[in-house]
């Protein structure tokens, strides 16, 4: 059996203002366990990957229009 994921997005969009938009179609999985990196060139999306995980989207006008976000994370870490 493979490892759960913690993390799981699933083809997400995210537009900026209502207009611009900066991700589509990104998915990626975290396993428990692991350490994923994300790379990519200046202004690719990473930090918008990051904050539309982190619930930091919508102080920079920024909104998730497509897909969904599931973490299954808990606090504990033992
Ligand atoms: N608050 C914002 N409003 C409008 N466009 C933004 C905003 N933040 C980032 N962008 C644009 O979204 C794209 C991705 O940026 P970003 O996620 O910061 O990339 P990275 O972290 O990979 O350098 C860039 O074209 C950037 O100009
Ligand atoms: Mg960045």
Do not use: F, Q, W
Not at 24 to 34: C, D, L, N, Q
Not at 46 to 64: A, N, P, Q, Y
């Amino acid at each position: 059996m493979s490892t759960p994921s913690i993390l799981t997005v699933n083809n997400i969009e995210v537009i900026y203002d209502h207009v611009i938009l900066v991700l589509k179609g990104v998915s990626m999985s975290v396993p428990r366990g692991k350490i994923v990196a994300l790379m990519g060139a200046n202004g690719a999306g990473k930090s918008t990957t990051l904050k539309s995980i982190s619930t930091l989207l919508r102080g920079e006008r920024g909104d998730v229009t497509k897909a969904a976000l599931n973490s299954t994370a808990s606090a504990s870490t033992s």
